[in-house]
């Protein structure tokens, strides 16, 4: 298992996740501690291009062979909020 997190210091501009490697599959949590609606999505994710989640809403993605982790991205609406992934690589 990869775990790794996403921090956006500013609202409204996507951060790559800084782990790579191959996944079966990854659940994305917005902290419990968010004040605002986290967006997880590929390179050109935003406020109105991505998978929405509320504080401490999580989601599984999976995938047909394997996804790439290093191409998740966070935006958020809040600054210092947070995303949380855990990836299956086995």
Known sequence: MIVTTIKVTAAGTRVQSSKAGAIKSVLVRARSDNTGTAYVGDSDVSSTNGLALEPGEAETIHFNGFGKLNDFYA?????NDQVDL????S
């Open 86 to 89: 855990f990836a299956d690589n």
């Open 75 to 79: 935006d958020v609406d809040t600054n």
